[in-house]
Each structure stands twice: as structure tokens, then as C-alpha cells.
């Protein structure tokens, strides 16, 4: 049974709340980033009531609310900086090392590169899906280089999950900078391996 998120990662979290303060201090206020509204392109997280099947959103995660963790539930399309016991993935802040991704409770995980775009990757794989060890799945490898401050390079590396139900979907992070990180993400909801959606936008 795996431990819950605030055990599983308490040496990053603590970490994360004393450094959020020395990342974030330095940010002019003009230079932040507002909560996504409805015509920013980005999808209303935990809106699912105009969300179509085959629909692939992009998801907001801001690292510098609550203890510096934002969940994700594909199944909602939400994200939190609360604690909760059900997720799928989550980006934690580690400064001053780059924030890592972590899957949830009982989700694997395959990376399958950056080889074809989102849209491209139609298919989850079979198997070769990993859950979170010693080292984690995803951790800092959505990014090749960069700062926080400057803004990540992100690696476009696609990464199909395999939700605790048994669904697959497909994560890619899109961009990171300042405590604030872009995911395109896609849920299939009927139990198929068929990631073929189209952007909400």
C-alpha cells in the first residue's frame, strides 16, 4: 500500500515550503500570472459538463498556492493545492531543484519520448507501464534545461498513465516558469487503449 502523498514526499514538501518563499519573493507583481479565465484557452479545471468525449485539454498547475504541490484528476480534469487520497499525477515544487512530476496511488506510467506530437499519439501501449519506485517515473525528465525564473525548456516527452481504474490517458508538459506549469492532458474514458482527442480550444 503505498503511503499518502504529504509521507510519501515529506522531505520534498518541507523543502518546498521553505524555498516557495525564496522563488517567489523576487516576483514583481505585474509578472504573475492570474487564474485562467474562460477565454484564456485553457480549460476550466473540474469543468466537465462541456467536455466531449475525444477532447484533449491544457491544464494550469500553480506551484505557489498551498504547500507547493498542484494535483491532477484526468478523470475531472481538476487540479488542486489541497491534500487529497485520489490523483492521478502531481507536480511538486523542489526548489532549488526544478519541480518533479509523481504519479498518484496505484497509477503507472511509460514515457514514450518526444518523437510525434500529442495529437499524433493515437494508441496507449499494451505494457511497459511502471509505477513510482525509489526514483520516480516522470520526475524532472519533462524538462531538458532552463530556471524557473527564466522559464524551463521543456522536452516534449509524451507520457501515457494508466489510471488506479484502469483508464489510459496521456500527459505532455507544455511550458513552466515562475511556479506556474501548462499540461496538455487526455483522459480516455472508456476503458480503451484509443488516445485520439482534439483540443478543447
Known amino acids: 500500500m503505498q503511503q499518502p502523498l504529504g509521507l510519501r514526499w515529506s522531505r520534498w514538501i518541507s523543502l518546498s515550503i521553505a524555498a516557495l518563499w525564496m522563488g517567489c519573493g523576487n516576483i514583481d507583481e ?12 485553457l480549460w476550466d479545471a473540474g469543468d466537465t459538463s462541456s467536455l466531449s468525449p475525444g ?24 487540479v488542486t493545492n489541497e491534500e487529497v487520497a485520489d490523483y492521478d499525477f502531481a507536480m511538486v515544487n523542489q526548489m532549488p531543484e526544478p519541480p518533479a512530476l509523481f504519479l498518484g496511488p496505484s497509477v503507472t506510467a511509460l514515457n514514450l519520448g518526444n518523437d510525434d506530437s500529442f495529437e ?56 513552466a516558469k515562475q511556479g506556474i506549469a501548462t499540461i496538455d492532458a487526455y483522459l480516455q474514458a472508456d476503458g480503451s487503449r484509443a488516445l485520439e482527442c482534439t483540443p478543447a480550444r
Open 30 to 41: 505585474s509578472d504573475e500570472k492570474e487564474p485562467a479565465e474562460s477565454d484564456t484557452g
Open 120 to 175: 499524433a499519439v493515437v494508441e496507449a501501449p499494451s505494457d511497459g507501464y511502471e509505477a513510482d519506485g525509489d526514483a520516480p517515473v516522470i520526475g524532472t525528465e519533462w524538462r531538458t534545461g532552463g530556471n524557473g525564473t527564466d522559464g524551463h525548456v521543456v522536452s516534449g516527452n509524451i507520457y501515457v498513465l494508466k489510471t488506479a481504474d484502469g483508464k489510459y490517458g496521456k500527459i505532455s508538459v507544455t511550458s
Open 55 to 78: 477532447t484533449c485539454v491544457e491544464l494550469e498547475l500553480n506551484l505557489h498556492e498551498g504547500s507547493g504541490q498542484a494535483l491532477v484528476t484526468l478523470e475531472t480534469m481538476s
